[in-house]
């Protein structure tokens, strides 16, 4: 990892600068793919499969059966271990079940906000080397907590055509209601416009490989909403002479393993810890399976050295990490003062793996700056609130001046008109 | 208005269809004029303002001078109208302020969510033949009830290089910062990249021709949020045999005169109704300034006769309004099974006109069938949800073991040594 001390302010943006993610480039590419599926259905569905993923399919729907004995194969300590993360997940996500709200902000003018459900929900779990079940539990737990009636899954399948079980599973336990083995760009398309058997879905969730992130933000631009733009993973972590350089390693490889373009920052205000952070790095990445991934990652890594915590915080926010690991004896004291974050691991005993998946927070987060803006995924995702409102004679007659006078200084008089035109009829009763 | 009878379940997509919206066609342009405000800031700003607004301007920050003349210059009676508006707007989106949520998962793991006003956020409100200051009031208020640190205006100048004094008024009253006397392709622009006298913000919000949407939409793939896809204005009427003819024509109009291409539905119970709707919009229509408008929008506008009021409820969630007023005796009882529309009316003394105005709520909506996944503007598009986490030693070890299992399952074995390391480190101690 590079060492960066005391840099100066007008720095800061070079030094936190993400690599430019350009997906326009990719544009044709998904806007072909999507024509097809929206032409063809599973006939483009079942070719696309055959290409990418070397699967031949006629039938993309995992079934019953298939699922049912997933929990059977699946060993008794995993399925231990996905029932506790997926019960502390619906316990922290039932928590945030928005409550109605009504006003009556003028005498009879009653204004109400009521969250409803997004009817049909697809969830996206990418594949790869490892099979991402945690990310099944992330999305599929609050789509059922909010009440979403149709909850489909689409993953990329196995070379044999099937899902892992692990997938299934979790599916299973969260409530999914149809899991399909499509992935890709394909799978994007099948859920924004529906195909023979996949139905098409309202909004779509989910991590991918910039494909899957492109054809999401095509398909936003029409059709569908999307949860967030996707970006590699990363974590910034803040150190002081407090810290364990064991732990503070521990945390950094385990966000440089997930890919090579994953993002590590170290922020500190010890020097003394760097080169113990160093060596314990060197010491822990002998032993990784997945050295190769976390070597690339380092090599653009950085550790920065601040004068004090106020910088420090300063230029968390200005970074605005998907993860923040505080692991500071002030770690409470530094946490209130983040604005700009996913999520936030507080202390030593925090590592991030808690949160990527059993402590119950959601591991779908805002990368690439976006926490400046976005929250990461959680059960207002999964509601639109809907405003009502209903106004009394007397209401009316309170407001209604108001309403004809802005009405008409906008030059719309068929709005002033609906107004007085009740006046008049109020008046006449 | 073209009146379809009992339409068979298999064309309500077909009738309920809007028209299509292909933006992708304006990408070039407006990559070009992104290109030129990244490279060239103000400089780039003022030859498209000069090209596009007729106006030459070398400051485009509304001083502080004209603001507060705005105030004086402005009627009274608009004035107290507008702070009547305000009232209420600021009281419905301050109830909708949001609690932080703390829940222990399990024993010592603690889970925390908390709302953090996005710091800097960019409104723009359009230009056109009438002043939007109701726009301004609808974006800027929640901001500052949020508490968002930076609130900037963008709105296209007149001829004469000013905004509209009620405009001016309004964002004064809201609590925004800075006004900026910019429009279009290159406000969006400006207020996503920042120039050398606009800040780059990290949400943008508001409506917009086709070019700002276009903007919006390719913003959002990179730099910065936006609230929502934007598109023609709509409404859909509930009426049946005890509707008034007179004010649902009046409402029905209230949309139309908006523009050619907005979208107007009446789904209705009752076939008696029908004529009378028809004759009180000829008749109502004579009068109306904006008839050229409001003709074209009527052209395209449907009359939906059915059956009973499931298929009529069946059916306003399958359109997914922006609008829905519920002009019938029964209108409370419908309401509550509305799953789909941006902003519900609830009875006959509440016409669109109130929301767009007065009542509180928001008018800022999903369109276009947006209303099935988004919500339309409130407080929580101010904010982002950051999640926190705390585990104790005793937590971590209620938790770890899952983690270790779930971890190695997703072949990341960095995130199982995580834990396995400070479990190791809680045993010593």
Chains 1, 2 share one sequence.
Not at 51 to 66: H, L, R, T
Not at 213 to 228: G, L, N, Y
Not at 364 to 372: F, K, Q, S, V
Not at 380 to 398: M, P, R, V
Request: aromatic residues 6%; proline residues 6%.
């Amino acid at each position: 990892m590079n060492t960066i001390r005391y840099p100066a302010k007008k720095d800061w943006p070079d030094i936190l600068a993400r690599p430019a993610m350009e997906l326009s480039s990719l544009d044709k590419v998904v806007q072909e793919v999507f024509k097809r599926v929206r032409e063809e259905g599973d006939q483009a569905i079942a070719e696309y499969t055959e290409k990418f993923d070397g699967v031949k399919a006629s039938n993309f729907q995992v079934p019953e059966s298939e699922i049912e004995k997933a929990a059977d194969t699946l060993n008794e300590k995993l399925r231990k271990a996905i029932n506790t993360a997926a019960f502390n997940i619906e316990k922290f996500h039932k928590a945030q079940i928005p409550k109605d709200i009504q006003v009556e902000t003028m005498p009879g003018v009653l204004c109400m906000q009521k969250a409803v459900p997004i009817e049909k929900v697809g969830l996206y779990v990418p594949g790869g080397t490892a099979p991402l079940f945690s990310t099944v539990l992330m999305l599929a737990i609050p789509a059922r907590v909010a009440g979403c009636s149709e909850i489909i899954l689409c993953s990329p399948p196995l070379k044999d055509g099937t899902l892992n079980p692990a997938i299934l599973y979790s599916a299973k336990i969260s409530g999914v209601d149809k899991i399909f083995a499509i992935g890709g760009i394909q799978a994007i398309g099948a859920m924004a416009y529906g195909t023979q058997t996949v139905p098409a879905v309202y909004k779509i969730f989910g991590p991918g490989n910039q494909y899957v992130t492109a054809a999401k933000q095509i398909a936003a631009r029409s059709e569908v909403a999307i949860d967030m733009p996707a970006g590699p993973s990363e974590v910034a972590v803040l150190a002081d002479e407090t810290s364990d350089p064991v732990l503070i390693a521990s945390d950094l490889l385990s966000q440089s393993e997930h890919g090579p373009d994953s993002q590590v920052i170290l922020i500190t205000v010890s020097e003394s810890i760097i080169s113990k952070v160093q060596e314990a790095l060197q010491y822990q990445l002998e032993k990784l399976p997945r050295k190769h991934f976390a070597l690339q990652s380092l090599g653009h890594s950085k550790i920065i050295l601040v004068s004090d915590y106020d910088t420090m915080i300063e230029m968390v926010n200005a970074y605005a990490p998907e993860h923040l690991i505080i692991s500071t004896n002030n770690a409470d004291e530094l946490a209130v003062r983040v604005r700009n974050a996913g999520s936030v691991f507080i202390g030593e005993n925090t590592p991030e793996s808690a949160g990527d998946y059993a402590s119950g927070t959601n591991h779908t987060l805002p990368t690439n700056g976006h926490a400046r803006a976005y929250s990461g995924v959680n059960l207002d995702a999964y509601y639109k609130k809907i405003t009502f409102q209903k106004i009394s004679a007397e209401g009316l007659k309170n407001i209604g001046p108001a309403i004809e006078t802005m009405a008409l200084a906008e030059d719309l008089t068929a709005h002033q008109r609906a107004i007085a035109f009740r006046i008049n009829k109020l008046k006449n009763q």
